[in-house]
Every structure is written in C-alpha cells, then in structure tokens.
C-alpha cells in the first residue's frame, strides 16, 4: 500500500508577499487502499469535510486526470484547516501526487508545481509542498512558475495558531487594490533584501525584514490581534528572530534559534488565551511516497 505525505507550509515570511514560502513538519497523509467501484475517501477532518468527489482531493484528482481509476483512500492530517498554513495546498498537492502515481505519468517536480500554482493561483505554499525548504516562486505566466529552492538555516519556527477560522477569501477582501508608488517600492525593496538575507543565512536582519511588510499585514493585523500580542510579548527575549503572519493568517510565525525554542513556545503558551502553540522544524523532503503495510501505522 502506498502512502503520500505531504508538509504543511508557511507563506510570505512578511514581504515575500504570494512568492516566499517554507516546509513545515505538520502532515497531510494519505494512503492509497485500492481500487473501488466509486471515489471515497475517510478522513480525520469531521463532517463537514466530504468523502466522495466533492471532496477537495478527489475532485483535483478528477479535474487533472478523469480517467484515473477510482480508488479508496484514507487521510489523515495534522495541518490546522483555514489557519493559514497550506491545509487546501497540500491536499491539491496529494491530488497531484497520486494522479502521477496512478497514471505513471512521471511528471517532473516543475511540472508539479506548475499544475499547482494553475489551480492555486500563486507558488507561495504549493512549491514549497512539493519540494520541501524554502522556496522562491513566481508565476510568470499562467504556464510557467520560475522557482528556486534555498537551504533553510538551522532554525525553528513556533506556530501560534489561534482558535479561530479566517478564510483566504475574507483576508483577500481587506487588501487594498493598490499601493502608492512609494510604498509599493518599499515593499519590494524589503522583500528583495529579506530574500538575501535568508540566502546569506543572517537571520538576525532576515527576522528585522519580515516584520516590515507593507504588502498586506498592515491590512490584516486589524483580523489577527495576535500578531501584533506576539511581537510585544516577544520583543527583546533571547533566540527570537521576528514574527510574521503566515500566509493569509490568523497562524503568526515566529522564527527562533533552535536552542531557545521550548522558552519562547512556554512563555507564549502561559500569556496567550484561546490558542495552540506548535515547535516546528523545516521539512526539507517535501511530498513524497512511503511503502506501509496496514493502517495501524498510519495513527
């Protein structure tokens, strides 16, 4: 039996707005059982996630590849729906995982993302999905993702995931539809440099950048009070980098030394309410097939 797992993913990092994203080792996993007479799919997601081809997955899966045969499959995932961090990613992700497997296709890993980044509409979280660390994207056409994958420093993130809902649609809606040209040179110019910075590894400048975005947390902070509780918390304590609103939020990301991480998760854990506090590392693999043998190892 075969089994695709597929990481969650933090996007922006602050200015990378729609085109920088990490791994993180939250997990979608989902094993192929068999063939069936129908789609079906069981999951851990509760009722309100489908299990037949309204289902997210299978209905990618169809819209990629109708022909593939219909299969039974089991999901389990670990990664937080609507919160920001690739839960819908990962599941088109798993979608064209198993498509390729099925079909023995054979796609190549750009190809992958560029059939993602189709359906999503931007790389941020759908590259790094696929190819594990951090990645650079960009969609210079609806065709063609031009990426680039960087060796992530030896560092951790902690996840504040506050107990609430913000779909990416209702933080869309609070962006402006345009930027001065002032600061919309701002912002690029702090979003090129915290790329360079995350290249070169300094990440004492790198966390400095991400907390100066001008392309969408000044209009989203207002959604997430959590952002901006976390900086003020967090401000001078020892190993922390900087913090930002992953992806379209209300998860904020905080990137510390690895040697200070269990501190900063146990000072926020005993200052915030009505959240859940995640130590991650960088997942480095991306999506990729195991071999299992029965379900129990799915647990």
Known sequence: MQRVIVPATSANLGPGFDSVGVAVDLYLRVDIIGPSQEWEIRHNLGDDVPTDENNLLIKTILDLAPQTPPQQLYMHSQIPITRGLGSSSSAIVAAIEIVDYLNQFQWSLSHKINLANKIEGHPDNIAPCLAG????????????????KEVFPNTRLIATVPHYHLSTKK???????RLSYADAVRANGMGNVLVSKLMEGNLDDAGRLMEQDYFHEPYRKSLVPELEQVRQL???VPGVYGSYLSGAGPTVMTMVQASHSQ?????LEA???EV????LAID???SRFEDVKTL???E
């Not at 859940?276 to 130590?279: A, H, I, M, P, V």
């Open 133 to 148: 660390g951090l990645v650079i994207g960009v969609a210079i056409s609806s065709e063609e993702v031009i990426w680039s």
């Open 171 to 177: 933080a869309r809606e609070v962006l402006p539809d």
């Open 234 to 236: 967090l401000k001078g």
């Open 263 to 267: 501190e900063v998760k146990d000072l």
């Open 271 to 273: 200052s915030l309410e």
């Open 276 to 279: 859940s506090l995640y130590d």
């Open 284 to 286: 480095d693999k991306g």
């Open 296 to 298: 129990d190892e799915f």
